[in-house]
């Protein structure tokens, strides 16, 4: 059974920085892309970065390149999400996935959807 567990959320305040990781169980996860989403309340969930399976190429949204890195390690069923220079927009539950049918940046392709995190930055 293929499980995602995100933990690292907190509250911060604004110009701070977080790491978020995502821990990954069940077979085969690793030979798929990984991504990072958020939904803040009362809008809809946005793709937040993408990393491939051997984590070779990276992906961002425009509102946060530059500011987010993420970086898996295969060999520990990892995947993170360093987030620096936080904003108060950044705020949100953050949830990670796998990109099993190949979406890149549309969640319609993602599969195994964790409990997400909280981010809460203040300004």
């Known amino acids: 059974q293929v499980q995602f567990v995100e933990s690292g959320g907190g509250s911060v305040q604004a110009g701070g920085s977080l790491r978020l990781s995502c821990e990954t169980s069940?077979?085969?996860?690793?030979?798929?892309?990984i991504g990072w989403f958020r939904q803040a309340p009362g809008k809809e969930r946005e793709f937040v970065a993408r990393?491939?399976?051997?984590?070779?190429?990276?992906f961002y949204a425009n509102s946060v390149k530059g500011r987010f890195t993420i970086s898996r390690d295969n060999a520990g069923n990892l995947v993170f999400l360093q987030m620096n220079n936080l904003k108060f927009e950044d705020t949100a539950v953050y949830y990670c996935?796998?990109?099993?049918?190949?979406?890149?940046?549309?969640?319609?392709?993602?599969?195994?959807w964790g409990q997400g995190t909280q981010v809460t930055v203040s300004s």
């Open positions: 990393v491939t399976w051997n984590g070779g190429s990276t």
């Open positions: 069940g077979s085969d996860v690793s030979a798929y892309a």
């Open positions: 996935a796998a990109d099993v049918w190949g979406s890149r940046s549309s969640d319609v392709g993602y599969e195994y």
